[in-house]
């Protein structure tokens, strides 16, 4: 199809404004949260102990990172998941 439009975007263009808040903020938090466990483990200057042999704000900045990176995969789940026109007005009994 050269000037039509592509089925990526046609499937854009179904999902609703609501659905794209949703995902924008699901992106945004999870971005905030990498970015927070980046800060945590290499810049701050907290000095919280160790915990065999490694700083324990590393560790904490590592789980901040990693819960970060499971928050963008999960938005990106609902993404895929938020197409309306596949099961509108399909219930079950």
């Known amino acids: ?3 039509g439009r592509s089925d ?5 263009m179904k999902r ?10 699901r992106v945004f ?8 466990g980046a800060y945590v483990a290499f810049w ?3 000095d919280l102990g160790e915990w065999g ?3 324990i704000t590393l560790l904490l900045g590592i ?4 819960y970060g990176l499971f928050r963008i995969w999960r938005a990106y789940l ?7 026109s596949s099961n509108y007005a399909e219930y079950e009994d």
Request: hydrophobic letters at 65%.
């Open 8 to 12: 990526c975007l046609n499937s854009i």
């Open 16 to 25: 609703s404004m609501a659905v794209w808040v949703n995902i924008s903020f």
């Open 78 to 84: 609902y993404f895929r998941e938020a197409d309306e």
């Open 44 to 46: 701050s200057a907290f």
């Open 1 to 3: 199809m050269l000037f």
């Open 29 to 36: 938090v999870a971005l905030a949260y990498t970015l927070l």
């Open 63 to 66: 789980l901040f990172m990693l």
């Open 53 to 55: 042999g490694v700083q």
